[in-house]
């Protein structure tokens, strides 16, 4: 496989050019007019969006940006899968609020995030009728597995569980066909990491031990039965736990003796990413180049959307930067 990815990889070096730098981003912070953002902006290649009141619509102009990158890479990549193992959380995503907007008789198009594989339209015809002749199987399976959910229970918040039980198995499943060990450990650490922060917020909201059952994953390397454990014991009892595990390094920034900042949490788990994948700037072949340019792209678009909503919602400077992502370091 990792010869396959001699030709692609050109193509990621210049893209990751076009990256914004650290120097834009802290003058985009501390840009005090909408007016100045875009006369920053305007000189990188989100000026094309660049219009009147660009701010009220800026989620989409970025949303349009990544599906240009994902229609660029997707045709030329010697196993789409790849990409998809990145934006499969948007899947999953759209499954979730399509799927609640079909069973409430509402309106949710405008959470839709695209995904560079299945159309809105695609993901709606499956949900209302349980089958699809495009989508792949595994997710039609969740679906299917969803509509049977809802005849006997009208708690949405089980479409949530079965949908994240699909999303973690298919990344394990697809992680192994890759059979690059590199990416098979970080999908095992990101599925380790999301059965942390979920064990840790359903002792902070007292759930049943069967509650945790249904939707701590088995697909980790932390084995499920030690978090199930931790149901009839304290908070504190279970930040121990990690604080003597091997994301203790990592995760100690958001922990005291009681008390989990899940703030912190979220970013100090999306900064790891960015770091492990920083290695594949020097790598020549092999998909890691793809995954980190991806991943650099998801978080510029992620941070971008923070300044721009951060500063139309009256965020401070300091409110916007200690939710900032770690940047590519170019």
Known sequence: MNNSYHTVNPIIRIRENELLSKETFDQLIQAPSFDKVAEIL?????????????????????????????????????????????????????????????????????????????????????????ESSTLPKSIVRSIQEVREY???????????????????????????????????????????????ITVARCLMQNRTKGFMSAIVSEEGSIDKEVLLDFSNRTVADFIQFISESSYADLLEPALSKDKIDFLKLDVLIDNLLTSKLQGAQTQAFGPLPLLAYLNAKDIEAMNLRLIIVGKRSGFTIEAIKERMRSLYDL
Do not use: C
């Open 42 to 130: 305007k000189q990188t290649i989100y000026g094309q969006y660049m219009v009147e009141d660009f701010e009220h619509h800026f989620e989409q102009s970025l949303n349009q940006e990544i599906v240009a990158t994902y229609k660029e890479l997707i045709p030329i990549v010697p196993n789409p899968d790849l990409i998809w193992l990145y934006t499969m959380r948007y899947t999953t995503h759209n499954l979730k609020v399509l799927t609640k907007a079909d069973k409430m008789n509402e309106n949710y198009d405008y959470l839709f995030i695209p995904d560079g594989f299945y159309t809105i339209d695609e993901l709606k015809a499956a949900i209302e009728t349980g």
């Open 150 to 196: 809802f005849e006997e229970s009208r708690i949405l918040q089980g479409i949530d569980v079965i949908y994240d039980r699909f999303f973690l198995s298919e990344q394990r499943k697809i992680a192994e066909s890759l059979k690059d060990i590199y990416i098979l450990e970080n999908v095992i650490a990101s599925i380790d990491l999301k059965n942390i």
